[in-house]
């Protein structure tokens, strides 16, 4: 096993993952490699970009959420965050509901000390998890749980804005 395979399998993991969209996840890194032949460490922005447009040449859009979900966590495990932010939006582009796209996006922008668009992030991803089902949650992955760690997490970043803004040190 490659260290990007066994890192990506650890991050999906951490973020309780099932082992179906474990697979699924791992199934559409391997199925955009291939498409350009090469391996996942190799494949950057520009390769993204070209397979969108492969996937909507080939009138895969169903899947296309799906697919830059997929990509979006392999950059993440590539630590490669520009690359999966694009992927991501890309993500929400196709399907503006997609919930774990939206956590994943949030948590993704705190971690690379974006306060302001982490914020913005926690918040739309807290308004769309208020205004779905719970069985629409659960297709995405979302738990109570993850709706209640939004909701701190959003506190704690605003409390430590405020305390930035008003001049206190961080702790």
Not at 40 to 53: C, F, I, K, T, W
Not at 135 to 156: C, H, Q
């Amino acid at each position: 096993m490659t260290p990007l395979r066994r890192r990506m399998l650890e991050d999906m993991r951490l973020h309780n993952l099932s082992r179906n969209t474990q697979k699924r996840y791992l199934d559409r890194v391997a199925a955009f490699a291939k498409h350009f032949g090469k391996s996942p460490d190799l494949l950057g922005p520009e390769e993204v970009r070209r397979y969108q447009l492969y996937l909507l040449e080939e009138r895969l859009n169903p899947f296309l959420s799906q697919a830059y979900m997929r990509m979006g966590s392999l950059y993440i495990t590539k630590e490669d965050h520009a690359t999966a932010v694009i992927a991501l939006k890309l993500a929400l582009d196709a399907d503006e509901r997609n919930l774990r796209a939206r956590l994943d996006l949030a948590l993704l922008m705190e971690r690379k000390g974006d306060t302001e668009s982490a914020i913005e992030e926690w918040q739309r991803f807290i308004k769309d998890v208020d205004g779905t089902s719970r069985d629409d949650r659960a297709l995405y992955g979302i738990t109570e749980a993850d709706a209640a760690n939004a909701r701190r997490r959003l506190e704690k970043l605003f409390l430590s804005k405020a305390g930035t803004d008003t001049g206190e040190e961080k702790e």
